[in-house]
């Protein structure tokens, strides 16, 4: 008798405790994991997009940046899959493709089954830019350089597997040319460093972040990595335009995930809240103030695209 | 002399109580343990959100270069570097603070703090054009042979032992092989998961410098020792003040060789003060009074430190390409305005700019005289009897390196690395060049996987590695440096030699 | 030269000595070699150096460093295990609030030169070790808001 007195009270405790989690949910402030530095354009982009969190009509709880830089994002990702906490009070920022060119390239733990998402803020197409003094003025004169040189032609990117270095391999596919993709330590800062500096002969590097330096009188962009062109660049061709066979496939797109685990209801709550969140008129000009395209996806686009993304990618990849 | 014409700007009663605020603030900010100046001026970024563009840059910037200044302070006190800047500070400014000379080595790291920092600021305003040029000309193979330079110094560092000082130092080189390798993303030596994202420096320097003091205290028991009975002179400002400017020959060469350094993009502001620390004791004719609590020491370490705050922003503020992760987090700052640097900063919105470098100079002033004001009260942590004093520092120990990344892996790290190196400090080892190893490591390496992917791709290694005259004038100061250190063993062992065989026919007779 | 410091010294560069050759021996068997050219560059030089120490050590011709005496050990052992017992067990299951309070009290009691026996000295241990809890609450919870593991208070 007193046993079932005591399991039936812990049950109850236990419905009601589940019941109050989600009701209350979040009732302290909640973390998101950014696994690139702080002030990169990741970062940047993150802390923007969750500035309204705390307001009533948003979470009601701040959301605090923690940066878990290291290795392309992996060490981040590799943090997030494993040591995580699936309570819905640690949420991680997912750049596509990144993190799934590296779970197919191998060597991490986690690939897109670790992670649930929850919805995308923001898709940043890569762009090629070339120093502003370069003898370089379209995509024909790189790849024909390229073709004249073959493995010659420097270029940086911000790492290996991320979404420059996909663009970089599109492009060497679809030209038909061997380039030689220098990747970088210090991120997409580095590399347009280098390509400033004139170190390497050109670079893949973000929209936002060429957009900058063009602004600058620092560079020229070439070509933008995606299906159409960009607001930001209504001057410039896409690859498509100028005759190279490549998709959208190397778009940087942005947004917030949790763990595998996380409770089922604290998964709904986010995936209606957060997006209309991100639609908040304030981070709508901030973001476009700071020069960084906006891209909101519900949590079902969003899956969606992570298969898409996913398929596309093993397929590039497997040639290597 | 634009920057004249924006001064009135910092002034409005609104901009002089922000930049207090983010002054006075930085420097709390900075003497806690595990709050970088990059974190500090993150933490801050939210509430520039509400503020007009120029007042929010000058929260920023007042707390940049007062958070900087603020590591000294846990630095000299606790023995606690705040941030990799402040490592060459503990050396001497700690050994002072034990002495009962705190307030002396407070007075005397705010003071070169200023001078370097207004140095520094100084450049920014008039060579920039000329900065953003020589900030350029460093590629990989320039940052390549700058680090190994910089890994030239570790033997000659806070050792007694030039075989031991080389040998932390690599025991920090291999430490910072650990995790995932930063271009090609392979695991390496990761043997427990709290090492898997690899060792991050700020919480390995709270351990390696604050956890052997700890342990070292314990080893003194429960006896009462001098900490109580320790008086703690008071230091009159005007004596400072002398005394910095009368050690002339370190604050220039602290306050150049920061700025120097803190232009170059990725090398920064982390080996500033060590680099700083180790010339001026090269070229002081009183080089064994270092380590000792020479004021030398400090003076060279904190005005490199602050020198690097204003040209470190060059690349910023001329080309848009942050230099360091600290200007990486004020581009947010601006950018989230609408204000791109670059050549749009200074045409379009000078007031911004100005008042931003205005504030800089105005708050490196500010800091010194509040600091001034606090050095005599913040000495008397020393007297803090040892129980106390060792209890309070594992908390912030702990406590700081959990708050760098949330991560209790970060926390395991440093009380591992601690432990270890109050152990290896009892024979020989120090803890200065194995932090050295640990940073210079991932830019040596980095830079010479791009330098030679680049070398592959054009020309050969050889000839991207060992011409043209940047290259050559670093590797004569490398040669220079590794001879130097040389020479110094063998005169030093042959002292040695000589000191021994006086000793012995002593002995004998 | 005595032999406990001796000794000590052999032991010491002996273990640094093995973490040499460990770290040499993997990476010159890991793959791939790309990643770890500048580990086996970095761990030649390593495994070289100690064993200079080491022999060095072996010989009796360490000339820096007093290695430890007995006393100091004595006096060490409490402080440290309580403090790795705090670290790597308590702050996680405790919560790192009531782990560092309780850490901090009984390295006071453990180190306080003040007598055992005198109730004056205990609250003083008390109010101390009060007031420190609250300068850290106020100081990571409330100006940083650091969410440390909590476990079983706060």
């Given at each position: 008798?007193?046993?079932l007195?005591?399991?039936?009270?812990?049950?109850?405790t236990a419905?009601?405790g589940g019941?109050?989690?989600d009701?209350?949910?979040?009732?302290r402030p909640?973390?998101?994991m950014v696994s690139?530095g702080?002030g990169?354009?990741?970062d940047?982009?993150?802390?923007?997009v969750?500035m309204?969190?705390g307001?009533?009509?948003?979470?009601?709880?701040?959301?605090?940046i923690?940066?878990?830089?290291?290795?392309?994002?992996?060490?981040?990702?590799?943090?997030?899959a494993?040591?995580a906490?699936?309570?819905?009070?640690?949420?991680?920022a997912y750049n596509?493709?990144?993190f799934i060119?590296?779970?197919?390239e191998?060597?991490?733990?986690?690939?897109?089954?670790?992670?649930?998402p929850?919805?995308?803020?923001?898709?940043?197409p890569?762009v090629?830019?070339?120093?502003a003094?370069?003898e370089?003025?379209?995509?024909n004169?790189?790849?024909d350089?390229?073709?004249?040189n073959?493995g010659?032609l420097?270029?940086?990117g911000?790492?290996l597997?991320v979404g420059?270095?996909?663009?970089?391999?599109?492009l060497?596919?679809?030209?038909?040319?061997?380039?030689?993709?220098?990747?970088n330590?210090?991120?997409?800062?580095?590399?347009?460093?280098a390509v400033?500096?004139?170190?390497?002969?050109?670079g893949?590097?973000?929209?936002?972040?060429?957009?900058?330096?063009?602004?600058a009188?620092n560079?020229?962009?070439?070509?933008?990595?995606d299906?159409?062109?960009?607001?930001?660049l209504?001057d410039?061709?896409t690859?498509m335009?100028?005759g190279?066979?490549?998709?959208n496939?190397?778009?940087?797109?942005?947004?917030?995930?949790?763990?595998?685990?996380?409770?089922q209801?604290?998964i709904?709550?986010?995936?209606?809240?957060?997006?209309?969140?991100f639609?908040?008129?304030?981070?709508?000009s901030k973001?476009?103030a700071?020069?960084?395209?906006?891209?909101?996806?519900t949590?079902?686009e969003?899956?969606?695209m992570?298969?898409?993304?996913?398929a596309?990618?093993?397929?590039?990849l497997?040639?290597? | 002399?634009d920057?004249?014409?924006?001064?009135?700007?910092?002034f409005?009663?609104i901009n002089f109580g922000?930049?207090?605020?983010?002054?006075?603030g930085?420097?709390?900010?900075?003497?806690?343990p595990?709050?970088?100046p990059t974190m500090?001026?993150a933490?801050?970024i939210?509430f520039?959100?509400?503020?007009e563009?120029?007042?929010?840059?000058?929260l920023?910037?007042?707390?940049y270069?007062?958070t900087?200044?603020?590591?000294?302070?846990?630095?000299i006190?606790?023995?606690?570097?705040?941030?990799?800047?402040n490592i060459?500070t503990?050396l001497?400014?700690?050994t002072?603070?034990k002495?009962?000379q705190g307030a002396?080595?407070?007075q005397?790291?705010?003071?070169?703090?200023?001078?370097?920092?207004?140095?520094?600021?100084?450049?920014?305003i008039?060579?920039?054009?000329?900065l953003a040029?020589w900030?350029?000309?460093?590629?990989?193979?320039?940052?390549?042979w700058l680090a190994i330079l910089?890994v030239?110094?570790?033997?000659?560092?806070?050792?007694?032992?030039?075989?031991?000082?080389?040998l932390?130092?690599?025991i920090g080189l291999?430490l910072?092989?650990?995790g995932?390798?930063?271009i090609?993303?392979?695991?390496?030596f990761i043997f427990?998961?709290?090492?898997?994202?690899?060792?991050?420096v700020i919480?390995?320097?709270?351990?390696?410098?604050?956890?052997?003091?700890v342990i070292?205290?314990?080893a003194n028991g429960r006896?009462?020792?001098?900490a109580e009975?320790?008086t703690?002179?008071?230091?009159?400002?005007?004596?400072?003040f002398?005394?910095?400017?009368?050690?002339?020959?370190?604050?220039s060469?602290?306050?150049i060789t920061?700025?120097?350094?803190?232009?170059?993009p990725?090398?920064g502001g982390q080996?500033a003060?060590?680099?700083?620390?180790?010339q001026?004791?090269?070229?002081?004719?009183?080089?064994?009074?270092?380590?000792?609590?020479?004021?030398e020491?400090v003076?060279?370490?904190e005005?490199?430190?602050n020198?690097?705050?204003g040209?470190?922003l060059v690349?910023l503020l001329?080309?848009?390409i942050?230099?360091s992760?600290t200007a990486?987090?004020?581009?947010?700052g601006?950018l989230?305005?609408?204000?791109?640097?670059?050549?749009?900063?200074f045409?379009n919105?000078?007031?911004?700019?100005w008042?931003?470098?205005?504030?800089?100079?105005?708050g490196?002033?500010l800091m010194?005289?509040?600091g001034?004001?606090?050095?005599g009260?913040?000495?008397?942590?020393?007297?803090?009897?040892n129980?106390v004093?060792?209890a309070?520092?594992?908390?912030?120990?702990?406590f700081?390196?959990?708050s760098?990344q949330h991560?209790m892996?970060?926390?395991y790290?440093?009380?591992a690395l601690?432990?270890?190196?109050?152990?290896?400090?009892?024979?020989g080892?120090?803890a200065?060049?194995?932090v050295?190893?640990?940073?210079?490591?991932?830019?040596?390496?980095a830079?010479f996987v791009?330098?030679?992917m680049?070398a592959?791709?054009?020309?050969?290694?050889?000839?991207y590695?060992?011409t043209g005259?940047l290259n050559?004038a670093?590797i004569?100061?490398?040669v220079?440096?590794?001879?130097y250190s040389?020479?110094?063993?063998l005169?030093q062992?042959?002292?040695t030699?000589?000191d021994?065989?006086v000793a012995?026919?002593?002995?004998?007779? | 030269?005595t032999?406990l410091?001796?000794?000590?010294h052999?032991?010491a560069?002996?273990l640094?000595?093995?973490?040499g050759?460990?770290v040499?021996?993997v990476?010159?068997?890991q793959?791939?070699a790309?990643?770890?050219?500048?580990p086996?560059i970095?761990?030649?030089?390593f495994?070289?150096?100690?064993l200079?120490?080491?022999?060095k050590?072996?010989?009796?011709?360490?000339?820096?460093?007093?290695?430890l005496?007995?006393?100091?050990?004595?006096n060490?052992?409490?402080?440290?295990v309580?403090?790795?017992?705090?670290?790597?067990?308590a702050?996680?299951?405790?919560?790192?609030?009531?782990?560092?309070t309780?850490?901090?009290?009984?390295?006071l009691?453990?180190y306080?030169?003040?007598?055992h026996g005198e109730l004056k000295?205990?609250?003083k241990?008390?109010l101390i070790?009060?007031?420190?809890?609250?300068?850290?609450y106020?100081l990571?919870?409330?100006?940083?808001s650091?969410?440390t593991?909590?476990?079983?208070f706060f």
């Amino acid at each position: 008798m007193k046993n079932l007195i005591a399991s039936a009270a812990t049950a109850l405790t236990a419905l009601a405790g589940g019941a109050m989690a989600d009701d209350n949910y979040p009732e302290r402030p909640i973390m998101l994991m950014v696994s690139y530095g702080a002030g990169g354009a990741t970062d940047f982009q993150a802390r923007i997009v969750t500035m309204t969190a705390g307001n009533e009509d948003a979470l009601g709880m701040p959301i605090a940046i923690i940066n878990k830089p290291g290795a392309g994002g992996r060490v981040g990702w590799n943090w997030f899959a494993g040591q995580a906490e699936s309570d819905g009070y640690t949420l991680g920022a997912y750049n596509i493709p990144h993190f799934i060119a590296q779970s197919i390239e191998g060597g991490v733990s986690y690939s897109a089954d670790s992670f649930e998402p929850i919805a995308n803020w923001g898709a940043d197409p890569a762009v090629f830019v070339v120093a502003a003094d370069s003898e370089f003025n379209s995509m024909n004169d790189v790849v024909d350089y390229a073709a004249a040189n073959p493995g010659k032609l420097t270029f940086s990117g911000a790492g290996l597997f991320v979404g420059h270095h996909i663009a970089a391999l599109q492009l060497e596919k679809a030209a038909g040319v061997k380039l030689a993709y220098i990747p970088n330590n210090q991120g997409g800062a580095g590399a347009m460093k280098a390509v400033i500096a004139g170190e390497v002969l050109g670079g893949v590097n973000n929209l936002s972040d060429a957009f900058r330096a063009r602004e600058a009188g620092n560079v020229k962009i070439l070509g933008v990595f995606d299906l159409e062109r960009n607001d930001f660049l209504p001057d410039v061709p896409t690859l498509m335009e100028q005759g190279f066979d490549i998709d959208n496939s190397s778009v940087n797109f942005r947004g917030v995930m949790v763990p595998k685990g996380t409770p089922q209801p604290i998964i709904d709550k986010l995936a209606e809240v957060v997006p209309t969140m991100f639609a908040n008129g304030r981070v709508a000009s901030k973001m476009k103030a700071g020069g960084s395209p906006m891209h909101i996806m519900t949590r079902d686009e969003v899956i969606e695209m992570w298969m898409a993304r996913e398929a596309a990618l093993k397929e590039l990849l497997a040639g290597l | 002399m634009d920057f004249l014409a924006y001064f009135g700007d910092v002034f409005t009663p609104i901009n002089f109580g922000l930049l207090l605020i983010g002054t006075v603030g930085g420097l709390l900010l900075g003497a806690t343990p595990g709050l970088s100046p990059t974190m500090a001026v993150a933490l801050l970024i939210p509430f520039t959100f509400k503020l007009e563009p120029a007042q929010g840059l000058i929260l920023l910037g007042a707390a940049y270069t007062s958070t900087v200044a603020g590591g000294a302070v846990s630095a000299i006190l606790l023995k606690i570097p705040g941030a990799p800047a402040n490592i060459a500070t503990t050396l001497d400014g700690h050994t002072m603070a034990k002495k009962g000379q705190g307030a002396r080595a407070l007075q005397l790291s705010f003071l070169a703090s200023a001078v370097g920092g207004v140095f520094g600021v100084f450049l920014l305003i008039f060579l920039t054009p000329v900065l953003a040029q020589w900030a350029l000309a460093f590629g990989p193979s320039h940052l390549f042979w700058l680090a190994i330079l910089g890994v030239t110094v570790i033997g000659t560092l806070d050792s007694s032992s030039v075989v031991k000082g080389l040998l932390s130092g690599c025991i920090g080189l291999w430490l910072a092989t650990v995790g995932f390798d930063d271009i090609m993303g392979a695991q390496r030596f990761i043997f427990h998961d709290a090492v898997s994202g690899g060792i991050n420096v700020i919480p390995a320097l709270i351990g390696l410098f604050a956890i052997p003091q700890v342990i070292g205290m314990f080893a003194n028991g429960r006896r009462s020792l001098d900490a109580e009975i320790l008086t703690v002179e008071p230091h009159p400002i005007s004596k400072a003040f002398g005394e910095v400017f009368s050690r002339l020959r370190a604050l220039s060469i602290g306050t150049i060789t920061g700025s120097i350094i803190g232009l170059i993009p990725g090398v920064g502001g982390q080996i500033a003060g060590l680099v700083a620390y180790d010339q001026s004791k090269k070229m002081s004719p009183e080089r064994d009074k270092f380590g000792t609590g020479h004021s030398e020491g400090v003076i060279a370490a904190e005005s490199a430190n602050n020198a690097m705050v204003g040209p470190s922003l060059v690349p910023l503020l001329t080309l848009s390409i942050p230099g360091s992760p600290t200007a990486a987090v004020l581009l947010g700052g601006l950018l989230i305005h609408g204000i791109f640097p670059g050549s749009d900063l200074f045409d379009n919105h000078p007031d911004v700019a100005w008042t931003f470098i205005n504030s800089m100079l105005i708050g490196q002033i500010l800091m010194c005289i509040f600091g001034l004001y606090v050095a005599g009260l913040a000495a008397r942590v020393a007297q803090v009897p040892n129980a106390v004093m060792a209890a309070v520092v594992l908390g912030l120990a702990v406590f700081g390196s959990y708050s760098v990344q949330h991560s209790m892996g970060d926390v395991y790290v440093m009380a591992a690395l601690g432990t270890g190196m109050y152990f290896l400090e009892r024979f020989g080892f120090s803890a200065a060049p194995l932090v050295l190893g640990l940073i210079l490591g991932p830019i040596a390496e980095a830079n010479f996987v791009q330098g030679s992917m680049i070398a592959n791709a054009t020309s050969s290694i050889g000839s991207y590695f060992f011409t043209g005259p940047l290259n050559l004038a670093l590797i004569a100061i490398v040669v220079a440096s590794i001879g130097y250190s040389v020479w110094l063993e063998l005169r030093q062992r042959r002292h040695t030699a000589k000191d021994e065989a006086v000793a012995k026919k002593e002995a004998i007779s | 030269m005595t032999d406990l410091p001796r000794m000590q010294h052999i032991v010491a560069s002996g273990l640094v000595a093995a973490v040499g050759v460990s770290v040499t021996y993997v990476s010159f068997t890991q793959e791939p070699a790309a990643a770890f050219l500048f580990p086996r560059i970095i761990s030649t030089v390593f495994v070289v150096l100690a064993l200079w120490t080491f022999g060095k050590a072996l010989l009796g011709r360490t000339r820096v460093g007093n290695g430890l005496d007995l006393e100091a050990m004595i006096n060490i052992a409490p402080g440290l295990v309580v403090s790795l017992i705090f670290v790597f067990w308590a702050a996680q299951s405790l919560g790192f609030y009531t782990a560092s309070t309780i850490a901090f009290f009984v390295l006071l009691s453990l180190y306080d030169p003040a007598p055992h026996g005198e109730l004056k000295s205990w609250i003083k241990r008390i109010l101390i070790t009060a007031g420190f809890l609250v300068v850290m609450y106020g100081l990571f919870a409330k100006l940083l808001s650091v969410f440390t593991p909590r476990e079983i208070f706060f």
